[in-house]
C-alpha cells in the first residue's frame, strides 16, 4: 500500500466551483499534515497546515480524520489561478520523521 | 530573501558522465533536503541534512548518488556515473527547523541521454 493515496484527476471545474479532494495515509503515527500547492513545471509550495479540528484560510478549508487516516481540502469559488498540482503531505511519524508527499490531484479551473 | 537557490536550471548530459547539482538554502535555515520528481514516482525524498549533518540518505538510489553540505549555506548532489534512469526533476529545499514547513527551489531539470 502507498504512503499516501491520492486520485490523480484531473479534475476540470468551471470558475466559480466548489471542489474537494481527497486523501489517505498509511503511518498512524503520523502527527502533523500539510497541503502544498505546485503548478506546472515549478516547485512546490505550501498551501496550508492541516490542523485536527479543521481549519480554514479564505476560499481553503482542510480536514482531518485520523481515525480514517484521511485528509480532505475544499477549494470554494474556483478561481482560474487555483489551477495546479496539489499534494497531499502527512509527516511521516515515529522512526520517519519526514514529509512523505503524495503524487498530486490535478486541478484545471476553466474560464 | 532570494529564496533556495539552485543550479543549474537544466542539464543535458550523456550516459556516463557526472552531474553535480547545486544548492543553497535560504539564509539561517538549519534543515536542507534533497528531492526527486517524476511522473511515476512523484516527489521522493533522497537525503537530508541537518545542522550540515546528513541526517537520513535512506532514499539514495544507490552507491551512483551521494550528496554533502560542507557549509550552512551550500550543498551539492553528484551522480556518478549518470544513467538515463536518473532523468528527472531534482529540487533542493530547506527548513528554518523541524523541516515542518519547508521552501523549495526552483529545481534542476536533468536529462540523460
Known amino acids: 500500500r502507498k504512503e499516501v493515496e491520492q486520485d490523480p484527476g484531473p479534475f476540470n471545474v468551471p470558475e466559480g466551483a466548489t471542489v474537494a479532494f481527497n486523501c489517505t495515509y498509511s503511518?498512524?503515527?503520523?502527527?502533523?499534515f500539510f497541503w502544498y500547492r505546485q503548478d506546472c513545471r515549478k516547485e512546490p509550495k505550501l498551501l496550508m497546515s492541516?490542523?485536527?479540528s479543521g481549519n480554514e484560510d479564505g476560499r481553503f478549508t482542510a480536514q482531518l480524520n485520523r481515525a480514517s487516516q484521511y485528509i480532505s481540502l475544499l477549494i470554494r469559488d474556483s478561481k482560474l489561478s487555483d489551477s495546479a498540482t496539489y499534494l497531499c503531505v502527512p509527516r511521516g511519524g515515529g522512526a520517519t520523521n519526514k514529509l512523505i508527499f503524495g503524487t498530486g490531484t490535478l486541478l484545471a479551473v476553466q474560464p | 530573501d532570494a529564496g533556495v537557490i539552485q543550479s543549474p536550471r537544466h542539464e543535458v548530459t550523456e550516459m556516463g558522465q557526472e552531474v553535480t547539482l547545486r544548492c543553497k538554502p535560504i539564509?539561517?535555515?538549519?534543515?536542507l533536503f534533497w528531492y526527486r520528481q517524476t511522473m511515476m514516482r512523484g516527489l521522493e525524498l533522497l537525503i537530508y541534512f541537518n545542522n550540515n549533518v546528513p541526517i537520513d540518505d535512506s532514499g539514495m538510489p544507490e552507491d551512483r548518488f551521494s550528496a554533502k553540505m560542507p557549509n550552512a549555506s551550500f550543498s551539492t548532489l553528484k551522480i556518478q556515473p549518470s544513467e538515463p534512469r536518473d532523468s528527472a526533476v531534482y529540487f533542493c529545499a530547506s527548513s528554518p527547523g523541524g523541516g515542518n514547513i519547508q521552501y523549495f527551489g526552483a529545481g534542476t531539470r536533468l536529462s540523460v541521454l
Open positions: 503511518n498512524s503515527a503520523s502527527q502533523s
Open positions: 539564509s539561517g535555515h538549519n534543515s
Open positions: 492541516v490542523y485536527s
